[in-house]
């Protein structure tokens, strides 16, 4: 490499990047020398390396795109030293859709489907947000029944996903046994949901003014036997992981992140909460009915992998907690807003009534118009803050579509995690910091 | 590990005492607006830095979002405190963990000049986001380490998010409507 | 391989029938899980949607060792290269199951980002739609790709010898018009 300075030229000028040993020592020292500032199509020519220079022994590998670690199209460009890990470069977009420039084409009531399937491990919350965000600049306010259906399903999209995570961490650090567990009590959740929505995943359900239907008879029960299950089998997963010694080593002291480095990242969720940051936008910040409830915010100390998994595990039971208050204190009503600007008609008065189907007609085809302006709504994903910010000109479809994915910041903090650690290490890692990729290239 | 201790106060810090900066927030000479009952702050584009650094000492220590907007197929919009419209917007959203407040910044970046300053120094995590905001906008920003596509491949041309470049559609067999959706 | 070779007799017909039994009923995947469907290939590998049953649990990491790429999940424009590259490294014989409308069609996302259909990319067998498909229609899948592999045709036919190279001089593949059905333009 005779250049200190590689010159990328491209069609809109020449950007510079630089070697590791040509970065001033200020930036080094500021990013802890951990992300690798390298052009993501550079091939290491071995003949370019002075072969002198006995500490130029660092390897360029790449991970990814498709690689057996369930967390989807994640490269890695890493520069190991035999099997340390020195520094790394995250290279996102393989799953690139488009979908904040597709959100400018649909309307608001069709968004959902849009922004449902970014975050495809917990949809509802991506709705949910969405929701929020249009409710916000339509200025209405949702019935309380709907808002407690909307907090009940978010509690157990938050169950399932963090079953969901610990079942392809237990598989990342060998345990397929956890593997088979977790997608096993996902399941029960999973058949919930298509009965309570019509679809196992991107349901389309919580949509601006509500939510699309009502509970089905019997939910109580249902919800009732999923909590009872999932409680007991929590415990067989407490057996078979947290007190096992090689779980523990492979977890313990592995991918540490401090506190301030945590909040320099803009890193949110479990692993701002695994430093020791109390920070839970459902207690600090509470949207939905989250101030009327009682459930624990789960900290850890070290910031490692372990950690992580411990906030997890228990952030299961506590929405479980939250689910249980829920199913007492559901209470009865609307389940979506009465705005005949916002809600079409039910169903059945669509045979009846022509005026009932030209609004529907009206709402599903043209939309509705939402006035002008711009706002910022925020929820607590199972992965950290999920935001959407909207900016509407006062037609039917948004004029600015953002989601703030929380893995999409998160992957920043892997660099900072992974220095030091082994390859090995590196699987454990990726995959306690939970990235779900859709959201990640959105 | 190196990194620094944040300034101002930390998370949970009820007692300040008195060495730490005291800042007045917002800063003197900026326009700020209500926008949705939430607060906004719309700085000139030489003063972004300053004003997003002035509340960062002031708390506001976690940046929750930055993206960009344009605004070129939006009718003519009139901002708060005469700030002159422009097509681009840059959109960062601060948090103060210890007040539970959020604020966000907006910054008007003119069509021929498009680059404005990086928020790197302040908040290394703005990285990535700025990176999106140049790969999809194409606005530069001054002081990043590597600004670099990051969503698109590395040779596409062209700015996807802006409102002149199509959607892209491939027309399909039976349906002829040249209109989106 | 030598089996493509022979010609059919009664002797390599009950041999092919051996051979095809094999093959359809230990078809490894390559992990493939682009995005949600990805979720629903995995339920489909666990235990209430147990694919071990038909054989193939045993998803190949390697794409040398895997015999099915189930393209679980839409294909943006980065990821099209590397999706070929896959395709290439794996060994003869190989199939693909485009699972779900996005790796079919391009889905609900008709856009700049993402390519419209797997099948200009890699050779399709068979298609399963859905956003995300069923388990169970994933299952049906697989299971109309294994009646593929029995049905299909190894060993050489005398009538497969197609036409001769001075027919084919001169012919220009035919384009279907499309036709528009009275929608306005």
């Known amino acids: 490499m005779s250049d200190d300075v590689f010159v990328h030229e491209t069609a809109e ?4 990047l630089r070697e590791r040993a040509a970065t001033p020592p200020a930036e080094l020292q500021r990013e802890v020398g951990s992300v690798l500032r390298l052009p993501e199509g550079h091939y290491v020519d071995v003949a370019d390396l002075d072969v002198e220079r006995p500490d130029d022994e660092t390897m360029i590998i790449n991970m990814g795109p498709q690689h057996p670690s369930t ?127 019509g679809l196992r995943m991107n349901h389309n359900f919580i949509r601006p003014g509500g939510t699309a239907a009502d509970l089905p008879d019997g939910w109580e029960d249902d919800v009732d036997l999923i909590c ?43 692993i701002l909460r695994s430093t020791g940051i109390p920070w839970d936008l459902r207690r600090t910040m509470p949207y939905l009915a989250y101030d009327q409830v009682d459930f624990d915010v789960i900290i850890g100390t070290y910031g490692d992998n372990f950690d992580r998994y411990a906030i997890r595990l228990n952030e299961i039971r506590e929405s479980i907690k939250i689910i249980r208050q829920v199913l007492e204190r559901m209470p009865a009503g609307d389940y979506r807003v009465q705005d005949k600007k916002v809600t079409p008609p039910p169903r ?40 959407c910010y909207l900016v509407s000109d006062g037609s039917a479809k948004p ?44 | 590990m190196g990194a620094r201790a944040p300034r101002g106060r930390a998370p949970g810090d009820a007692e300040v ?4 900066p005291v800042v007045t927030l917002p800063p003197e000479g900026v326009v700020t607006a209500a926008s949705a009952g939430q607060e906004i702050v719309l700085p000139a584009r030489d003063r972004y830095h300053d004003v997003v650094a002035a509340y960062r000492d002031g708390g506001y220590e976690l940046l929750s979002d930055l993206c960009a907007v344009d605004y070129l197929a939006h009718p003519p919009r009139a901002l708060p405190g005469g700030v002159a419209p422009e097509r681009f917007e840059v959109v960062a959203t601060l948090v103060s963990p210890a007040d539970r407040r959020r604020v966000r910044v907006r910054v008007q970046v003119p069509e021929d000049d498009a680059a404005v300053d990086s928020l790197f120094d302040l908040f290394p995590g703005c990285e990535a986001m700025e990176r999106e905001a140049f790969d999809m906008f194409g606005i530069r920003f001054r002081g990043h380490p590597d600004l670099t596509r990051i969503l698109m491949p590395d040779d596409w041309e062209g700015f996807p998010l802006r409102k002149d470049y199509g959607v892209g559609r491939v027309p399909v067999q039976f349906k002829e409507a040249p209109g989106p959706r | 391989m030598g089996l493509e070779d022979l010609q059919h007799n009664f002797l390599t017909g009950t041999l092919e029938d051996l051979v095809k039994w094999a093959r359809r009923n230990s078809v490894w995947p390559v992990t493939f899980g682009l995005a949600c469907c990805a979720i629903e290939m995995m339920a489909v590998g666990a235990a ?29 424009q980065k990821m099209a290269p590397v999706l070929r590259q896959v395709y290439d490294q794996m060994m003869e014989p190989k199939w693909v199951i485009s699972m779900g409308v996005c790796a079919s069609t391009g889905g609900m996302f008709n856009n700049y980002a993402i390519v419209q259909g797997v099948d200009q990319i890699v050779p399709v067998d068979v298609y399963a739609p859905g956003c995300p498909p069923n388990p169970e229609t994933l299952l049906h899948a697989v299971l109309t790709l294994h009646e593929k592999i029995r049905t299909g045709e190894i060993t050489r036919r005398r009538a497969a010898a197609g036409p001769a190279p001075e027919e084919l001089a001169g012919w220009v593949p035919e384009r279907p018009e499309a036709v528009r059905l009275g929608t306005p333009k």
């Open chain 3, 48 to 76: 209430d949607f147990d694919i071990s049953r038909f054989g193939m649990e045993v998803f190949r990491a390697s794409p040398r060792q895997a015999d099915l790429m189930i393209v679980a999940g839409r294909v943006s």
């Open chain 1, 348 to 387: 059945a008065r669509i045979d009846e009534s022509m005026e009932a189907l030209i609004h529907h007609f009206k709402v599903f085809t043209e939309g509705y118009k939402v006035p002008e302006g711009e706002v910022y709504a925020a929820v607590e994903s199972p992965r950290g803050e999920l935001g």
């Open chain 1, 399 to 442: 004029y600015r579509l953002h989601v703030r994915a929380p893995s999409f910041v998160n992957l920043q903090s892997l660099p900072v995690m992974l220095r030091g650690g082994l390859m090995a290490d590196a699987v454990a890692t990726i995959s306690s910091v939970d990235p779900v990729m859709g959201e990640v290239d959105r």
């Open chain 2, 17 to 20: 005492s008195g060495d730490l």
């Open chain 1, 13 to 16: 000028g020449s950007q510079e």
């Open chain 1, 228 to 270: 009872e299950n999932v409680t007991l089998r929590l415990d067989d997963y407490d057996e078979l992981l947290t007190g096992q010694p090689i779980f523990r080593e492979r977890m313990e002291g592995v991918g540490a992140l401090s506190a301030e480095e945590a909040m320099a990242l803009s890193a949110t969720g479990p």
């Open chain 1, 71 to 197: 967390h989807g199209v994640l490269r890695l460009m890493m520069e190991l030293d035999g099997e340390t890990v020195l520094r790394t470069k995250p290279i996102i977009g393989y799953l690139h859709t488009g979908m904040e420039k597709t959100g400018e084409e649909l309307t608001y009531q069709q968004g959902g489907t849009n922004v449902t399937r970014m975050d495809y491990l917990s949809p509802l919350n991506n709705e949910l947000v969405f929701s929020l965000a249009t409710e916000a600049l339509l200025g209405i306010e949702i019935p309380p029944r709907a808002v407690w259906i909307r907090m009940l399903l978010s509690e157990l999209q938050r169950v399932s996903s963090h079953l969901m995570w610990t079942a392809t961490n237990g598989m990342d650090v060998g345990s397929t046994t956890m593997m088979i567990f977790g997608f096993r009590e996902r399941e029960m959740l999973l058949g919930f949901f298509e009965k309570a929505t």
